[in-house]
Nanobody, 125 residues
C-alpha cells in the first residue's frame, strides 16, 4: 500500500533552517515526488519536485535558491532542506508522489495522486 509520512516540521525564527523528511512505502518511492505547502486561506502551492528517472529537480520561484529537494534511495526518503526561512514560508507542508511524474517534472497539484498528511512549519519574525 502506497503511503507517505512527513516529519521534521516545527517552529523556527526567520533566517533559520529546517529539514523536512518524507518516508515513502510501497511503490511510491519509484515515482516522481514533490513538496507542496498550504497556508491558511490560500491554495496549495508548489514548492519543489524531483523525478525518479535522472533525479531532475524543479523549484517554485518563491523558494528557489533557499530550498533543496533530495531523495535517498537507500532509506526511501524524500527530504526538503529549507534555509533562510521567512515568515511567509509558514504553512502546512505536504509530500506527494505520482507515477506519471517518474521522468517528467511536475509542479501542479493535479499531477499527483498520493499525498502525506502534512507537517506544520511556522516561521516567526
Amino acid at each position: 500500500q502506497e503511503q507517505l509520512v512527513e516529519s521534521g516540521g516545527g517552529l523556527v525564527q526567520a533566517g533559520g533552517s529546517l529539514r523536512l523528511s518524507c518516508a515513502a512505502s510501497g511503490r511510491t518511492f519509484r515515482y516522481g515526488m514533490g513538496w507542496f505547502r498550504q497556508a491558511p486561506g490560500k491554495e496549495r502551492e508548489f514548492v519543489a519536485s524531483i523525478t525518479w528517472i535522472g533525479g531532475r529537480t524543479y523549484y517554485g520561484d518563491s523558494v528557489k535558491g533557499r530550498f533543496t529537494i533530495s531523495r535517498d534511495s537507500a532509506k526511501n526518503t524524500l527530504d526538503l532542506q529549507m534555509n533562510s526561512l521567512k515568515p511567509e514560508d509558514t504553512a502546512v507542508y505536504y509530500c506527494a508522489a505520482s507515477a506519471r511524474c517518474s521522468g517528467a517534472v511536475c509542479s501542479s497539484v493535479n499531477d499527483y495522486n498520493y499525498w502525506g498528511q502534512g507537517t506544520q512549519v511556522t516561521v516567526s519574525s
